[in-house]
């Protein structure tokens, strides 16, 4: 459950992480509108493992993940601080240009379930 702390953009936060990935975190990357006047809260997120079809390192970071308002309160647990807001900007770029177009949406799933849907997909 989100503490009492406003999010922002720059913001660490720990998460509902996986098991085994207890050292990840998640970075406040943007906050906007979306088309029905909901948030959209955009992250990132290190500290995770994900093998890699294409390879024999891990993936350890997804650079931009899009989630509802409440999908991401639901998920933050402990405020870390503020932190470098990491390069976001191509996989936003990719997103937004779907999103705009019907293609895309957001997940109003846990960033934990997130993460093992990113890693279900690319490893099925």
Same mark, same amino acid.
């Given at each position: 459950m989100?503490?009492?702390?406003?999010?922002?953009?720059?913001?660490?936060?720990?998460?509902?992480?996986?098991?085994?990935?207890?050292?990840?975190?998640?970075?406040?990357l943007k906050i906007e509108e979306s088309k029905d006047n909901s948030l959209i809260v955009h992250i990132h997120v290190s500290g995770i493992k994900i093998n890699n079809p294409n390879g024999d390192e891990s993936i350890e970071e997804?650079?931009?993940?899009? =989630? &509802? %308002?409440?999908?991401?309160?639901?998920?933050?647990h402990e405020f870390i601080g503020e932190s470098d807001i990491p390069d976001y900007l191509d996989g936003y770029n990719s997103w937004k240009r779907e999103y705009?177009?019907?293609?895309?949406?957001? =997940? &109003? %799933?846990?960033?934990?379930e997130s993460v093992k849907y990113m890693d279900d997909t690319i490893n099925s």
């Open positions: 989100m503490m009492d702390v406003k999010i922002k953009e720059g913001q660490e936060w720990k998460y509902d992480n996986r098991e085994g990935e207890e050292s990840s975190r998640a970075i406040i997804i650079t931009h993940m899009p =989630f &509802s %308002i409440e999908a991401l309160g639901a998920s933050l705009e177009s019907g293609n895309a949406g957001v =997940f &109003s %799933i846990s960033i934990g």
